[in-house]
């Protein structure tokens, strides 16, 4: 048993709708050392905040982990019951969702909202709590937090609500943090101030991100190992520098081709033609093989399973890009 | 023809019909409906007495009870009232006066209410602040009063109590298709329309309207059930329908006199007609709601 | 602050005024009263003094002139059936309906939001569909019926409860209240009950509304992402937010106990300022129904203007504008 924090093997989260069954998580597997900063990268649709809500056993009927395993610290985390997973929700792992404006309680003060995760997981009493709600306000960079603490969420502006939402994930001196698309819904201006003030956090506590967000841009910056999906599976996994600088599947060529980049001079910003497939309807064969320019009728027929291409490096291409 | 079927056979396919079948609610509704509607239009001729044929009408027969309690007649399944009208003959003559107010009620406020959220929703401006503070305005006071005071200025009357029902009913439809008109004009086909230089009323009815007819159909289902309460509570009160042609209420008001005496047969079985209807108005109205409510993701 | 409250006090003024115009306009065409006032062998002389000394033959806008100067000095005209001033006729009767109303409102709260947070917390258990129909039943219960049906089965029936009436009094601060005799609340049952029915429906159906609203709510899931319990989400994080609809339509709700108030007050020959009404209308009463109908608007109006104040207090978004 390795001492890896997290380790999934074969995580399958289907839906079950009036349509159909959506395969939103089809055998995902990988794993995730203490303090290492994991990104998962695709188009919206994918399933990758899937598979955070999954880790969290928050995934809603009509959907349901169907089968794998979400291996932490030694439990399998699929298999828990729900009073299990409240212990370790909000103290072992806890979550940074895509918008602040709504993920606070209009009605509640920040301290009452920041406080409650105090009170669920530690028996601090109220001068103590109240300490450590200031302390962790400086942390994220909110100046003047003794007068804020009375204040309620509308009076913050988005990137402060936010960092409000950050201290409380790190309230409880988390083993890991899930962040969904933590700054899509930011000023641009905003986004990069956040995602370097997730970045020093998390390394001066040792605390492991698992950082979801379609924008492979921000992954370059902030994560020591990549994932990509595509249609519910991964398609290619490695560590940064594997995934920036020496990718090897189609598609993540494609996702780093349309990132603009002011000081090289590019042409055109290359585009990934065509379309998501309709989950429902996936092609036979590689899901991605309409769209891919490298497509052969192998790919169509086939659907190619993950294949180490070199130590930490997997790609699921049956002829993956030579660079 | 081919368009039509092919629509029916699309309906029948869609997520709604299929809902519809594997909702009891739902079916019951639908089927308590179409039990009234049967009533309507096919009930005078299945019952065997008019009861406002005065000729029709035996004055020994007043005050029988239901069929099945001693001193009752098989003739009579619901009981008699004081002029010996069969309560069930009452009862089916009765919902056909219900009902169709409430109808014609229902189509004169919707059109009314929509053509005024329709202009005030397009338009915008001062006409739509206008309109929709006299909206604000009525609405804090709760419909009963404003028709029974309108029905005490008129006096009794089948018109009448239609043009109050219209006073009163068309706030909720003008307010429900202002809303979505407003919602429909940021969309681009109306943009559109308007660059392509199409004169402002066409784009209303030929574009906006058709869009705005889900949530008007989901309010009118529901406001039918509400008019027949009001009209019912009205003629109660006897200030609603004439005494010559006897709604529901009507009905309820003339058995009340009698209750005291123990004859309760003449009030409790029109004002559970009026319930069961009602009831299954709101059972459909409430699941087309639900189902056609594009914020229920 | 004080901005506001002069907006809506100048608000309130001018929707009474419109009240006014349009009650004042619609009741002058129920026909001549003169002919109430005078003994049925009057001569046509005696009737057209009589008619002077009304005022009736005046224009139409003097006659409005002089009610509303009669108004503002606090003449609010006399009945023509009693031969009292009618604004005494009406506040004699208000502690009546006035109580009626607040037991119907009491009961209606205290039974529609625990079902309806539990109807909306765990929607599809067999025991909240069950609580739906019933709601939608409750909404489609004619309100006259109930109390029919009521009196038949209790009072004709079983003998259990006084069919009409209101029961003996206490006076307390100088008003007459019944419930707070043994009388007094077996009178006050039936009434109570069947007033508060249609409101208990609609609180109820709103607060589900409103909890499974709430449920689907980003904070929610963000709540129990720091392991909140069902139960604390449910309390501590819905509940409140819930609620706001239900303090929306409080004051409509209010509006329209007090309107079917007149029925139920009707049927159970409850002496309140609703019974007087009909009889008013029957009996063509009318200064009672002009000063019944001012005065429920002048209730309406300052209803949905302390609602919009304790609207600021729940919810710490609104602000006074």
Request: aromatic share 10%.
């Amino acid at each position: 048993m390795s001492d890896r924090l997290l380790d999934i093997r074969g995580l399958q989260t289907y839906f079950h709708t009036f349509g159909g069954v959506i395969k939103a998580v089809d055998g995902v597997d990988f794993t995730l050392d203490h303090g290492e900063i994991l990104g998962v990268v695709g188009e919206s649709g994918c399933g990758k905040s899937v598979v955070g809500f999954s880790i969290m056993g928050l995934v809603d009927e009509p959907g349901r982990i169907e089968a794998g395993e979400i291996r932490f610290n030694g439990k399998n985390l699929a298999r828990c019951d729900e009073r299990q997973m409240r212990k370790i929700r909000g103290k072992d792992i806890t979550m940074v969702f895509q918008d602040p404006m709504t993920s606070l309680n209009p009605l509640y003060t920040i301290q009452a909202q920041m406080e409650e995760v105090m009170k669920l997981h530690s028996d601090m009493n109220a001068e103590q709590r109240r300490a450590r709600c200031l302390e962790l306000l400086r942390e994220v960079g909110i100046s003047q937090a003794e007068s804020r603490l009375n204040n309620y969420p509308h009076q913050f502006s988005g990137g402060m609500r936010q960092r409000v939402i950050i201290a409380i994930a790190l309230a409880s001196y988390p083993r890991l943090i899930i962040a969904d698309e933590p700054t899509t819904a930011l000023d641009v201006t905003i986004q990069s101030q956040i995602l370097k003030l997730m970045k020093r956090l998390v390394k001066d506590h040792g605390t492991a991100m698992i950082l979801i967000t379609h924008d492979l841009a921000v992954v370059a910056e902030m994560t020591d190992k990549i994932v990509v999906m595509y249609c519910g599976r991964i398609v290619e996994k490695g560590s940064r520098d594997h995934i920036i600088h020496n990718c090897r599947h189609p598609y993540t060529l494609g996702l780093l081709g349309s990132i603009p980049r002011l000081a090289a001079r590019q042409a055109r910003l290359t585009q990934i033609p065509g379309m998501v497939p309709n989950i429902l309807d996936l092609p036979k064969g590689c899901a991605f093989a309409p769209r891919c320019t490298y497509a052969q009728d192998r790919c169509r027929d086939e659907r190619p399973e993950l294949a180490k291409l070199e130590s930490g490096h997997h790609a699921a291409c049956h002829f993956p890009v030579m660079r | 023809m081919l368009l039509f079927s092919k629509k029916s056979e699309a309906f029948l396919e869609s997520e709604l019909f299929h809902n519809f079948r594997g909702s009891y609610s739902a079916i019951s509704g639908a089927g308590i409906i179409a039990f009234f509607v049967f009533i309507v239009v096919l009930g005078p001729s299945l019952v065997w007495q008019n009861p406002y044929d005065i000729a029709s009408l035996e004055l020994l027969d007043a005050y029988k009870p239901p069929f099945w309690i001693p001193g009752g007649d098989v003739h009579y399944i619901l009981g008699t009232d004081g002029q010996g009208r069969d309560v069930l003959a009452s009862i089916v003559y009765g919902t056909r006066i219900s009902l169709l107010i409430s109808l014609a009620a229902m189509v004169c406020s919707s059109v009314i209410g929509a053509a005024l959220g329709l202009i005030s929703g397009y338009y915008g401006g001062r006409l739509d602040g206008f309109i929709m503070r006299v909206a604000d305005v009525q609405l804090s006071f709760p419909s009963l009063l404003i028709a029974l005071f309108l029905m005490s200025a008129f006096g009794n009357g089948l018109g009448k109590v239609l043009i109050s029902l219209t006073c009163v009913g068309w706030v909720i439809y003008a307010r429900t298709v202002r809303g979505s008109t407003l919602s429909e004009k940021q969309k681009e086909y109306v943009q559109a329309a308007q660059a392509a230089g199409l004169p402002n009323h066409k784009i209303i009815v030929r574009h906006i309207l058709p869009n705005v007819m889900t949530p008007l159909i989901v309010v009118a289902t529901i406001q039918i059930g509400t008019f027949i309460l009001i009209e019912a509570s009205l003629s109660f009160l006897g200030v609603g329908v004439p005494i010559t042609q006897p709604s529901l209420g009507l009905l309820v008001k003339n058995g009340f006199d009698v209750l005291l005496s123990g004859l309760w047969w003449t009030s409790v079985f029109p004002g559970a007609f009026i319930m069961l209807l009602v009831f299954g108005i709101n059972l459909l109205g409430d699941f087309l709601r639900d189902e056609l409510n594009p914020r229920l993701r | 602050m004080i901005s506001y409250l002069i907006k809506r006090i100048f608000q309130m003024v001018a929707v009474l005024w419109i009240v006014s115009i349009i009650v004042f306009t619609m009741m002058s065409f129920t026909g001549d009263p003169t002919y109430m006032m005078v003994p049925l062998d009057a001569t046509q002389e005696e009737i057209a003094h009589a008619r002077a000394l009304l005022g009736l033959d005046k224009p139409y806008v003097v006659q409005y002139g002089i009610f509303l100067k009669n108004m503002l000095h606090g003449d609010l005209g006399r009945s023509f059936v009693f031969r009292q001033p009618a604004f005494g006729l009406i506040m004699e009767r208000v502690p009546a309906t006035v109580e009626m109303v607040m037991v119907s409102m009491i009961l209606a709260l205290v039974l529609a939001i625990p079902l309806g947070v539990f109807a909306g917390a765990y929607p599809r258990m067999k025991t909240s569909r069950a609580i739906m129909a019933g709601s939608l039943l409750g909404i489609s219960l004619p309100n006259f019926w109930l109390g029919i049906m009521l009196i038949f089965v209790l009072a004709v029936q079983f003998h259990l409860l006084p069919s009409s009436g209101r029961g003996d009094t206490v006076s307390l601060a100088g008003v007459n209240l019944s419930v707070f005799t043994r009388d007094g609340l077996l009178h006050i049952i039936m009434p109570a009950v069947t007033l508060c029915f249609a409101t208990l429906a609609m609180l109820l159906r709103i607060t589900r509304a409103g909890m499974m609203e709430v449920m689907k709510q980003d904070y929610i899931k963000f709540a129990r992402a720091k392991g909140a319990t069902f139960h604390n989400v449910l309390f501590k994080h819905a509940l409140k937010n819930a609620l706001i609809p239900v303090v929306t339509i409080f004051g409509l709700q209010l509006g329209d106990l007090i309107a079917f108030a007149t029925i139920t007050e009707y049927i159970f020959a409850w002496p309140g300022m609703g019974k007087l009404l009909i009889d008013s209308i029957y009996m063509g009463d009318r200064p009672v129904i002009v000063v019944y109908l001012m005065f429920v608007a002048f209730l309406f109006v300052l209803i949905n203007f302390v609602v919009d104040i304790i609207y600021t207090f729940i919810d710490p978004r609104i602000t006074l504008r």
